[in-house]
């Protein structure tokens, strides 16, 4: 069974930075693509970065490029999101998707707020 | 940015009705080697997306066959075929033909 669990979350301040993780299991890790897929409270979907199966490709949105980072250890099944300077439009779940949005973790909530 | 355009924005069935979600694209999403990377998704209260069907037409792994997809180029659709109580939620379309991937607003089906 694929699981994705993320974890790091929590209440940070404008300004702050915060590490999220996404643990994997059930499938072979090191195959395929991840995505950081995020929601802001009581809206939709917005993708914000992607990396490829080896690391060797990286694309951010706008919104988040020069700011947050997206890596992965595929000795650790883990895939990361590196956020620096967090803004309050940041507040959203935060999901790590596998594939193309073939499974989705439950999510992990940040909130940016003084 | 490709713009996914979902209509209609609620939708509201009775059991045993079926439905029909529209998901139209800015550009169109078929690419260079003829695939087209359109996606459904079903979010349920209080839970994270689930993958219904992929790359237009393809049912995903354990997705009920009363969900169908059909479409091509610029214009897509979703088909619930009798709605059941447990397909309430809020659907998407997503695209991954063009960067950035990008998701339609979101349908947000009710049962009557």
């Known amino acids: 069974e694929v699981q994705l669990v993320e974890s790091g979350g929590g209440l940070v301040k404008p300004g702050s930075s915060l590490k999220l993780s996404c643990v994997a299991s059930?499938?072979?890790?090191?195959?395929?693509?991840m995505h950081w897929i995020r929601q802001a409270p009581k809206k939709g979907l917005e993708w914000i970065a992607l990396?490829?199966?080896?690391?060797?490709?990286?694309y951010y949105a706008d919104s988040v490029k020069g700011r947050f980072t997206i890596s992965r250890d595929n000795s650790k099944n883990t895939l990361y999101l590196e956020m620096n300077s967090l803004r309050s439009e940041d507040t959203a779940m935060y999901y790590c998707?596998?594939?193309?949005?073939?499974?989705w973790g439950q999510g992990v909530m940040v909130t940016v707020s003084s | 940015d490709v713009v996914l355009t979902q209509t209609p924005s609620t939708l509201s069935a009775t059991i045993g009705q079926s439905v029909s979600i529209s998901c139209r694209s800015s550009?169109?999403?078929?690419?260079?080697?003829?695939?087209?990377?359109l996606y459904w998704y079903l979010q349920r209260p209080g839970q994270s997306p689930q993958l219904l069907i992929y790359?237009?037409?393809n049912l995903g792994s354990g997705v009920p066959n009363r969900f169908s997809g059909s479409g091509s180029g610029t214009d897509f659709t979703l088909k619930i075929s009798g709605v059941e109580a447990e397909d309430l939620g809020v659907y998407y379309c997503?695209?991954?033909?063009?960067?950035?991937?990008?998701f339609g607003s979101g349908t947000k089906l009710e049962i009557k």
């Open positions: 998707a596998m594939g193309i949005g073939d499974y």
């Open positions: 790359l237009v037409s």
């Open positions: 997503m695209q991954a033909t063009h960067a950035p991937l990008t």
């Open positions: 990396i490829y199966y080896d690391s060797s490709n990286k």
């Open positions: 059930g499938f072979t890790f090191s195959s395929y693509g």
């Open positions: 550009q169109s999403l078929l690419d260079s080697a003829g695939n087209t990377y």
